[in-house]
């Protein structure tokens, strides 16, 4: 997938995550992260890496020719994380 596809995704994943939590004045973290060396890229949430271009995870779709659409794909994996992560709690 080219660079410039998977920033798209980023956007169009980002801007539905964060919603109005970007309107609030405040300054907050990125819970996303996009890297690429030029060639290869990955998309990285919450410090785990969840897309990467050079080492395709998706699922092959043979009808279509092409692996599943990467949106539906990265809110997937974010959705397992943030489930992954709901009641853990630190022993105080």
Request: one cysteine or more; proline letters at 2%.
């Amino acid at each position: 997938m080219k660079t410039n596809e998977v920033l798209d995704v980023m956007d169009e994943i980002a801007e539905e995550f964060y919603g109005d939590l970007l309107d609030d004045g405040k300054e907050h973290d990125n819970f996303f992260e996009f890297f690429s060396d030029g060639y290869n890229c990955k998309i990285i949430f919450l410090g785990i890496t969840i897309y990467k271009d050079y080492d395709e995870e998706r699922e092959w779709i043979e009808e279509i020719n092409d692996y599943e659409p990467l949106v539906p794909y990265i809110k997937k994996k974010c959705n397992k994380i943030i489930d992954n992560l709901q009641g853990r709690r630190f022993k105080i």
